[in-house]
């Protein structure tokens, strides 16, 4: 196809919108105020600021409102907010619903022209007759009996609440779309920004043509599983007589072990599943920011994806080997050493007194910061560390020296409890095979909970008709207990380090003067392959 995407060697695409004429083009982001952003809605909204500004074009932002039901208030802020975080910024921002009372006069014009009718059909069943292409009982109605019904329906009156509008194209076409779609529903819920003005709505299939020719979209982006409804768009607006507009498709996103659903997500905020909208298990924006992902990894990631159409199911850890590359080269390091079984090692001629050395938080990166190593005669290791060594090896401490290994002490489980060593900072690190990373005695480490967590669910490609609730995973959050170093008394929430020889983490909660524990998220580095 002449739109496919061609990947340039930066990662970037480079695909022309048909039609497209430089300072001419609009797109639009729609998101419909019933969730947080998730990261399919991130790679739609990147895509139409990319092709709005590579035209030197123009992006609305419009809060597709047209289901009063869903659509709250609190998500319409979260959009807003998650969209500054994207550094995604419309020229303007518009809601559906400032075009209802237009909306309605077209959908009168559409009943008097004989070109959509009301129909008091039982869902199921207009569902069976859609299928079997099997016209309406009300297809044939006068016009002035449909402006009676679409009266009724207005009113919100018994006989209304019954009917919904539906347009009159082609009961017969292999494309479904295009057998009389639904154009206005009843629906008594109150509406978040007009209140209870209205007993009807318009649907997607009605307001999107209407409202994009209106406000001068050129471009309507839209994920790929809208390509069979692309015909009924455009004859929608050939039936209102509406400047045309081009659709264009991309491929929605979709990721292994993942619900990009708002309504699924949601059922995981009401059940408690998860600690809300931005938890770091969820596909969110503000849930994968707080797990750990950058901004700036986000963007390179969808954009290396372009406007490629195939529907693609990704892996995540595509997505978190870019976000290593970026965070490993600045992000400061500390060190902490497990809790449990975690082992003294005495070092016969280690200092007496404590003493301070101020070093680099990234030995290759300044900007990073300094923090202070505490040098104690007797220090922590990890219980595996412990482990790993042997009575007479040379091994090397972490920015300290070299040092050996006198005695190993077990107890009658032959578990390692103690050991032996002397240190030898002479010696040179190149002739060691074990090199770590310990902890200070006597300093005021602090308590740690290093948290990991697994996907939501179990099932890798969820189809259509799975249940997710049946493939729910009984387990998504390990916490362990750690000792961290001093310095990281001052890590701020939201801060990436990486501690030495255990990955990088996001720090989730700070340090609160009590004595509870910090907060430490794993953040995924692309190498912990899901079994
Ligand atoms: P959900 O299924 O999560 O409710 P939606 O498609 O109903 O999503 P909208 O708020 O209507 O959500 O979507 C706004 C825009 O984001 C639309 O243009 C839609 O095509 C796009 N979009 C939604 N999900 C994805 C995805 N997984 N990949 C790419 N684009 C998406
Ligand atoms: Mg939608
Ligand atoms: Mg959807």
Redesign the pocket.
Known sequence: APDEAKEKVDGSFEVDLPGAEMGKVCTR????P??YL?I??A??ALLNQFFAQKYKGRLIIRF?DTNPAKEKDEFVESILHDLETLGVKGDVITYTSDYFPQLMEMCEKLIKEGKAYVDDTEREQMQTERKAMIESKCRNQSVEENLILWKEMIAGSPRGVQCCVRAKMDMSNPNASLRDPVYYRCNPAPHLRVGSKYKVYPTYDFACPYVDSIEGVTHA???SE?HDRNDQYYRVLEDMQLRKVHVWD?S???FVYTL????KLQWFVDNGRVEGWNDPRFPTVQGIIRRGLTIEALKQFILSQGASKNLNLMEWDKLWTINKKIIDPICPRHTAVLSEGKVLLDLSNGPETPFTRVILRHKKYEPAGKKASVFTKRIWLDHADATAVSEGEEVTLMDWGNCFIRKVERDQYGLVTRLQGELHVEGSVKTTKLKLTWLPEFSELVPVTLVDLDHLIVKKKLEENDDFVSVLNPVTRIETSALGDSNMRNLQRGEIIQLERKGYYICDVPFLRSSKPIVLISIPDGRQQKP
């Open positions: 982001f729609p998101p419909e019933s969730g998730h399919g809605h790679k739609a597709d982006l839209r994920s809208y991309f929605r996103l979709n990009l659903s708002k309504r």
